[in-house]
């Protein structure tokens, strides 16, 4: 039997101010996603009615993907429109070729969110809607997503520091049409909409027609679906920071957790390790590889996994994950007194305090030098110990092998005075001197 019940949607403006006066604070701002489309012209408009009323000011940002023939046309139509309603905008091109391996539609997505990533303000606002929401979650589940792939988008989320704002979710394209139609509103359309070669379009212009015929509320149980999905996924992002209690230490996660886990909880804790760390998530059949190879680590050894541009490395039981830096041998710098020195070429700065305990200055009397580890190296870190070799001085250490090579080394003339993590050679040392320290900005 067919179900004939009608699929209904509320009016924008209140859902919209509703969510804003929850979710903005009188006097921050808001920046709008302006694609020049039904969708986003419409949110401009309620947004210009009600963002007075709750004290934030407004304006837009207009991504130019250059896909289109017609991506111009569409730049000078949002930049027309706001110039007649008087609310400022700011028109980004953007380069999606580096992410093109990820599908179009994909790499216009990363490259859009890293300019939304860089706006001046507090919320970025965005027009996705219930049927955007609907097919976000049929796409997810087609693709064998997990909770979080199926809890699809929410109304607030966190970008960079940023909320990200999505007030339409619950009202559908229909509603957005006639209300665009009742304030006489114009909008623009993007050919490619209609283009099924593309999933996305697939499902809204095929699919949804047919499943609409015989469940016509599909789109608000699905939306359901996915809250239901959302609360489970906080679930497990509760159970995951219970485990992740002692176990994450830092930017560091310890080998043992996982083993004492089960492998489904051991698989959260990990997902929830990447998370935080902001990597993108890895394929099931890929975590389960990463699960299987950081579980069976001895304790001594020193491994290493790539993903997402980044190394999984794996030293003395502790995990950490670490973005690659290019070889840097033969640095040498020198070093004229400054307080500050920069060494991007390690990723880093050194820090130059005057205070007690530090390196001697009547004995810094030849060019004292930043250098970085060739091989052969001694050191002595103390008065009442011996001089050894650097390397078995970073093994006694417990220095990650992937770090030594990138630590600073200071020197006076030819003699290794200072090293990260160590001191200072006893022969330059004072009661009130110079306080070398290391700040790295890449781990």
């Known amino acids: 039997m067919v179900n004939s019940r009608k699929s209904l949607s509320p ?6 101010e509703s969510i804003l ?15 020049g489309g039904l969708d986003s012209v419409v949110l401009l408009h309620v947004l ?15 991504v130019n993907h250059k896909i289109s023939p017609n991506a111009s046309v569409w730049a ?16 980004v091109e953007i380069d999606i070729s580096p992410h093109l391996s990820s599908g179009t539609e994909a790499a216009a997505r990363i490259a859009r969110y890293a300019a939304f990533e860089k706006v001046a303000a507090e919320h970025i606002v965005l027009a996705q809607h219930q049927d955007d929401q609907a097919e976000t979650l049929l796409l997810q589940l087609f693709r064998g997503a997990g909770l979080k792939g199926a809890s699809a988008m929410g109304e607030a989320t966190r970008l960079k520091g940023r909320t990200v704002l999505r007030p339409l ?3 559908s394209r229909q509603a957005l049409e006639a209300y665009a139609q009742q304030n006489r509103l114009e909008w623009i359309s993007d050919e490619s909409n209609l283009d099924q070669r593309f999933d996305r379009n697939f499902v809204r212009h095929s699919l949804f027609p047919l499943i609409g015929e015989r469940f016509p509320a599909f789109r608000e149980t699905l939306a359901r679906s996915s809250h239901h999905f959302s609360e489970a996924a906080l679930l497990l992002d509760e159970l995951a920071a219970i485990d992740a209690m002692g176990a994450i230490i830092g930017k560091t996660l310890k080998a043992s957790r996982l083993r004492e886990l089960s492998k489904e909880r051991a698989k959260n804790l990990l997902r929830h390790y990447l998370a935080e760390n902001d990597i993108r998530m890895p394929s099931g059949r890929r975590l389960d590889e990463m699960l299987k190879q950081l579980s069976v680590t001895r304790q001594d050894a020193a491994m290493s996994i790539a993903h997402d541009g980044f190394e999984i490395k794996c030293y003395r039981g ?16 020198v070093w004229h007194g400054e307080s500050r020195m920069p060494v991007p070429e390690l990723g880093g700065e050194l820090i130059f305090e005057e205070g007690g305990d530090g390196l001697d200055p009547s004995r810094l009397i030849e060019p004292v030098t930043v250098r970085v580890r060739e091989g052969g190296e001694r050191f002595r870190p103390a008065q009442n110990r011996p001089e050894k070799s650097l390397k078995n001085l970073f093994q006694e250490y417990g220095i990650p092998p992937w770090q030594r090579s990138r630590l600073p080394l200071l020197y006076c003339g030819e003699r290794l005075v200072w090293v990260p993590g160590m001191g200072f050679d006893p022969q330059y040392r004072a009661q009130k001197g110079w306080i070398p320290r290391w700040e790295p900005i890449s781990s």
């Open 11 to 16: 009016d924008p403006v209140p859902v919209v």
């Open 21 to 35: 006066r929850r979710a903005v604070s009188s006097g921050e701002r808001l920046v709008l996603g302006l694609s």
């Open 48 to 62: 210009k009615r009600i963002s007075p009323a709750v004290g934030s000011s407004l304006s837009c940002l207009h």
């Open 76 to 91: 000078k139509f949002c930049s027309d429109l706001c110039e007649r309603w008087h609310i400022p905008l700011k028109v």
């Open 169 to 171: 979710l619950g009202i």
């Open 318 to 333: 502790l995990i950490c994950i670490v973005e690659p830096l290019p070889p840097c041998s033969g640095l040498c710098r």
